[in-house]
């Protein structure tokens, strides 16, 4: 199948069509290199505490040696990480990938199921859990195979006195960790203890070896684990740097880092892609607690942040943000789902940078296409194939569909997954025969190759035999000045068979369904007006900040 490629010509002078995959044979080469490189700088602070990429390469050094030596693991043998953005994070990940070994990220704010179904299904023998999360693990161990589990709190790598008391807080005073029996359980401190005096041998790492296994999060059956080898993370290390290398200086970036490590966006566009850099990654534990976020972000100086569309919404209604110095900010950069024009438009008014979209999935690595970094408003758009990849839309039939027309978005690149582990049908149902990976987004492109995605294939609504796109509805109610947030979800009607719902968060105690009703019957045509306007104090949400859709469905006790 031979497919033109429009978007080589919108290309920012500066970025290649192409990346050499095969510069680094790893991303353990990578990380050798900016440890090399950026001994001296900062790599990861949180809560007043910064690892330098000198102390980053020690202490996951020691932990390697831990996994390798006292636990005996072996080549691709799987450790799983359940934290938040804690310091110990990103030393147990390039530890366990030093060691040659898989990491598989884990949300911590899984249920004992979800818990259970990941080790399991991954066959983890080790795993790192905050303490927090600990008294889940302790309930579904015994039927997993994890042979050995490290804990940490908080406060453990933290400065003298301030670790101590951060720790004694959480136990103490907040009692804010559940009581839990770990027979056998050691500490991450007595972790890095253990393999403080030891060689880490060296490790044959090569470009097919899996590095991650990236859960899916489920929505539409079970969560699979997306293999990505270490090959699809240099790639993508590779394709985002390029794109973003102009106004990057080496050794000088600060990134917000408030998206979670464990997911595929914050792990590849901050921990790894500014790791290339040498820069400094600002972690942030909670970012819900948005008095103290707001706090960091005006001490930072930071140069980049990244998020979701409800996380810039929530900074953009958080007092104190607007009074922040921007002039060090060249990169905002948003993805994980739409990115709504209100938002946008506001983002840039308050902080003069134009908030980028970018799109991507777990199964490329993330990234996949990608705005140009200078444009001067948000454009609706997700961008252009990023380099070494090639983009199509396909039907229902597989066939291509014309420039202009809504098809199945298609991806082909040296960032696409390996496959799901363990799980080849599966994978035979997202990447077919000649090498596509379905992404399951309904999209169109533009005649500079410019793609915009129409919505999630199973979040579409039909009504009368009409699709109807939910993010066309959420832009639009979002532009109310008394709307803080919006979701459209699809639900049964008699007459239409499926009608639109839609569920909002107000910034207005005094906004009404009536006045929501006037102002999509000026914005939208007959067949796309809400049917069910329901109001809510919140909606729900994943640990990313991703709407839940699903849980809107349910039809509400009471609606208008």
């Given at each position: 199948?031979?497919?033109?490629?429009?978007?080589?010509?919108?290309?920012?002078?500066?970025?290649?069509?192409?990346?050499?995959?095969?510069?680094?044979?790893?991303?353990?080469?990578?990380?050798?290199?900016?440890?090399?490189?950026?001994?001296?700088?900062?790599?990861?602070?949180?809560?007043?505490?910064?690892?330098?990429?000198?102390?980053?390469?020690?202490?996951?050094?020691?932990?390697?040696?831990?996994?390798?030596?006292?636990?005996?693991?072996?080549?691709?043998?799987?450790?799983?990480?359940?934290?938040p953005n804690i310091l110990q994070y990103p030393i147990a990940i390039f530890g366990v990938l030093r060691a040659g070994l898989t990491v598989v990220n884990t949300n911590p704010m899984y249920t004992g199921r979800e818990l259970r179904h990941q080790l399991k299904d991954s066959g983890a023998s080790a795993i790192v859990v905050l303490e927090m999360f600990a008294h889940t693990l302790a309930e579904v161990i015994e039927d997993t195979p994890i042979r050995q589990v490290i804990t940490t709190c908080i406060g453990d790598l933290l400065a003298f006195p301030k670790g101590q008391i951060v720790n004694f807080v959480l136990r103490h005073v907040k009692n804010a960790i559940p009581d839990y029996d770990l027979p056998g359980a050691i500490t991450f401190k007595q972790a890095l203890a253990r393999g403080e005096d030891s060689t880490l041998p060296v490790v044959d790492i090569r470009h097919d070896d899996i590095a991650f296994l990236q859960y899916t999060g489920g929505t539409t059956g079970v969560a699979k684990g997306a293999m990505l080898t270490h090959r699809n993370l240099v790639a993508n290390m590779q394709q985002s740097s390029a794109w973003i290398s102009k106004d990057c200086v080496p050794g000088k970036e600060i990134i917000i880092t408030a998206l979670p490590l464990y997911h595929i966006f914050a792990l590849t566009s901050n921990c790894l892609v500014f790791m290339k850099f040498g820069g400094l990654n600002v972690?942030?534990?909670?970012?819900r607690n948005m008095k103290d976020f707001v706090k960091v972000l005006s001490t930072s100086r930071f140069t980049a942040i990244t998020g979701v569309n409800t996380l810039f919404n929530s900074l953009l209604n958080t007092p104190g943000f607007s009074d922040i110095d921007f002039s060090t900010v060249h990169l905002a950069l948003g993805g994980g789902m739409a990115v709504q024009r209100a938002v946008a438009e506001r983002w840039k008014a308050v902080t003069g940078v134009t908030l980028v979209e970018a799109y991507g999935l777990t199964e490329t690595s993330p990234a996949c296409c990608m705005n140009p970094l200078d444009l001067a408003e948000y454009n609706g758009?997700?961008?252009?194939?990023?380099?070494?990849?090639?983009?199509?839309?396909?039907?229902?039939e597989g066939n291509l569909v014309a420039q202009g027309e809504v098809g199945e978005l298609?991806?082909?690149?040296?960032?696409?997954?390996?496959?799901?582990?363990?799980?080849?049908?599966?994978?035979a149902k997202v990447i077919d025969a000649d090498g596509w990976l379905h992404t399951g987004d309904m999209a169109k492109m533009d005649a500079q190759g410019f793609f915009y995605v129409v919505d999630r294939k199973k979040d579409m609504i039909l009504v009368s035999g009409f699709n109807v796109y939910p993010n066309e509805i959420e832009d639009v109610i979002a532009m109310m000045p008394g709307v803080l947030e919006v979701a459209a979800v699809g639900v049964p009607?008699?007459?239409?068979?499926?009608?639109?719902?839609?569920?909002?968060?107000?910034?207005?105690?005094?906004?009404?369904a009536e006045q929501v009703k006037t102002f999509c019957r000026e914005n939208l045509t007959g067949y796309k007006l809400p049917k069910v306007i329901e109001f809510r104090d919140e909606l729900p949400k994943s640990n990313v900040g991703k709407i839940l859709r699903r849980e809107l469905r349910e039809v509400p006790k009471t609606s208008v």
């Open positions: 199948m031979s497919i033109e490629r429009p978007w080589l010509a919108s290309y920012p002078a500066f970025v290649p069509a192409q990346i050499n995959v095969d510069e680094f044979p790893s991303i353990v080469s990578v990380f050798d290199q900016a440890c090399d490189r950026f001994r001296e700088n900062p790599a990861f602070t949180n809560l007043g505490t910064t690892l330098t990429y000198e102390d980053l390469d020690r202490l996951s050094a020691r932990f390697a040696c831990y996994l390798l030596n006292d636990l005996k693991l072996k080549k691709g043998d799987r450790v799983a990480l359940m934290m972690l942030i534990t909670d970012p758009a997700i961008g252009l194939p990023i380099p070494s990849t090639d983009c199509c839309l396909k039907d229902e298609c991806a082909k690149g040296p960032q696409v997954m390996a496959g799901y582990w363990q799980r080849p049908e599966e994978t009607d008699e007459k239409s068979g499926e009608a639109v719902k839609v569920v909002i968060v107000r910034k207005d105690p005094g906004l009404t």
